[in-house]
């Protein structure tokens, strides 16, 4: 076994004709490192356990590839030779590295799935990109590309995007990617795709800002992707960098439109970038993608270290380096480990409600994020908190991923749910479904420990702020600093917050952002005063006129 007993990187010296016994045993673990990256490992081979770098001749890495695709064959996953290194050592025979990326889609799951936030200023590229990269062709230089994404009128009239838009990038077993070229619809893509990213389009405009915070607490991205255009320099990127340190989510950089500005222009751009994330507030380690080979090196160590942020310097109009963004996304490997994922599941089920529409024929359907349990079709829920702060009782009929069928939801994944002639008007963004059983706790009042980040004037009792927690987002006053008469920016503190239309469900310990103009600041949920669901009574039916599950 290699140093690192966890995670999904493998070091195998060489794999020339093993006996049966070590074939097993090979086989044996190369299972559980696929349990430990949700599917994906990576081989090294010619390298020794303790990391270092020794190398095979010609003909014993011919044989270890043999055999690893033996391997690969046995438990069902495919392999693709990431690249190929010389080691520089004193004999006259050439030695080699090679780096195997071994991929398997799980038994019970239909792709790999990974969210990635596409966070950017205004104008500076990023609905493009993500146009290139799902559509597969190139943009004319005149925004082509992005049409193919906008959801509203005005966005197109505009060419900025207001809406939070999904959009997907599907990669094979063979690390090819798989996007609507060819004119495929979503459903081909998810069925021909090993691994799916899910790219969470998010406004960039500075007044569209609570739509990106809500896209960033209520979605929880795996990772970040910041879009900065090399010819106009940084901007807003500064607050989104913020976000995305203040909840926590990895990110990576991509400088685009570097075919619009001299090379020294761009240099800059990127300089000034890496200026910021050396910052103490920040302590990042910028790493800049060159090479093919750099591109692989940034997807593992990005994952085991969040402290790495990898740059992209990239044009959607000649494409140029285009392929190494495509690289990085393909082997960048899932955050969360399968233990975690299971013990989320054991958890009692809990869906947040992020989207709610009516379709034709089947009625009201919500979108939104499983964040514990498993949710099959046919269940029975409870939705809630209602204004009055009662739950209500619903079934849920079907679900969808990404635009195809999915029997069953497992925690941590997107999806929608139908439910039937339920009426729409009793949803609300920010509302929850959970089982019956789990007694969800609900209050107005709750205490939370904060840092405010920025403010114009002191911030003290009955000042009013808007309350992101997760998918819900609603006004609250602070009624009570704890030790304190006023906030100045960047003091901490506990504070007292009473939401002032109606009760929602928090937990303890849950990442929160307030603002209200130019105030924001960060903290987590300490305290809350619940209001239990027993005084106020389950809802079995909803009342007359209305239809009972």
Not at 121 to 135: A, F, H, I, P, R
Not at 184 to 195: H, M, Q, V
Not at 236 to 252: Q, S
Not at 343 to 348: I, R, V
Request: hydrophobic share 40%; net charge neutral.
């Amino acid at each position: 076994m290699s140093l690192a007993e966890d995670g999904n990187i493998e070091y195998k010296l060489k794999l020339v004709n093993p006996s049966q016994y070590r074939f097993e045993h090979l086989v044996t673990q190369m299972k559980w490192r696929l349990q430990e990256g949700r599917g994906e490992a990576v081989y090294q081979i010619g390298v020794e356990d303790n990391g270092l770098l020794v190398g095979l001749s010609e003909e014993e890495m011919r044989a270890s590839l043999k055999t690893l695709r033996r391997m690969a064959e046995k438990v069902g996953a495919d392999i693709t030779i990431l690249r190929e290194r010389e080691v520089d050592y004193d004999s006259d025979v050439p030695r080699k590295i090679t780096e195997v990326l071994v991929r398997k889609v799980p038994d019970n799951q239909q792709f790999l799935d990974l969210r990635v936030a596409v966070l950017g200023n205004v104008d500076s590229g990023k609905s493009t990109l993500l146009g290139v990269l799902t559509q597969g062709e190139l943009d004319n230089g005149r925004g082509r590309a992005r049409l193919n994404l906008f959801r509203h009128l005005h966005e197109i009239q505009s060419g900025r995007t207001s809406s939070i838009s999904f959009e997907i990038l599907g990669f094979n077993s063979k690390g090819e990617v798989v996007n609507y070229s060819d004119s495929r619809t979503a459903e081909e893509i998810c069925e021909s795709s090993s691994k799916m990213i899910t790219f969470i389009d998010l406004a960039g405009h500075h007044k569209y800002l609570k739509t990106t915070i809500f896209g960033l607490t209520s979605y929880c991205p795996d990772f970040a992707m910041l879009v900065v255009s090399a010819n106009t320099g940084i901007g807003t990127t500064r607050e989104h960098l913020g976000l995305a340190m203040a909840l926590k989510v990895p990110f990576f950089i991509v400088v685009s439109k570097v075919d619009l500005c001299s090379k020294a222009t761009g240099e800059r751009t990127v300089k000034q970038l890496e200026r910021i994330l050396k910052q103490p507030g920040c302590n990042k380690l910028p790493l800049l993608v060159n090479s093919e080979d750099d591109a692989v090196t940034a997807a593992q160590q990005f994952a085991q270290s969040p402290n790495i942020t990898p740059i992209f310097t990239l044009s959607s109009v000649s494409g140029e380096n285009l392929d190494l963004l495509k690289v990085f996304l393909n082997i960048l490997p899932p955050l969360t480990n399968s233990k975690e994922q299971e013990e989320l599941m054991q958890q009692l089920t809990e869906f947040q409600v992020d989207e709610i529409y009516t379709v034709p024929e089947v009625g009201t359907v919500v979108g939104g994020t499983l964040s514990s349990g498993i949710c099959r079709e046919g269940e029975s829920l409870v939705v809630g908190p209602t204004d009055d702060g009662k739950f209500l009782q619903l079934k849920v009929c079907s679900t969808q991923r990404n635009a195809s069928a999915c029997p069953v939801l497992r925690a941590g994944q997107a999806a929608t749910l139908a439910l039937g002639p339920f009426d729409r008007s009793l949803l609300r963004k920010g509302m929850v479904m959970v089982s019956p059983e789990m007694n969800p706790t609900i209050c107005s009042v709750f205490e939370a420990e904060i840092v405010l980040l920025f403010h114009a004037t002191t911030f003290r009792k009955g000042f009013q702020v808007t309350v992101h927690v997760g998918n819900v987002r609603q006004t609250a006053i602070v009624e009570k600093i704890h030790g304190k008469d006023k906030l100045r920016t960047g003091e901490k503190a506990v504070v007292r917050f009473r939401f002032i239309k109606h009760p929602e469900y928090l937990k303890i310990g849950a990442k929160l952002l307030f603002r209200e103009g130019v105030t924001k600041g960060i903290g987590h949920v300490t305290d809350l005063q619940a209001i239990t669901t027993e005084e106020n009574g389950l809802e079995e039916t909803l009342g007359p006129g209305h239809l009972t599950f």
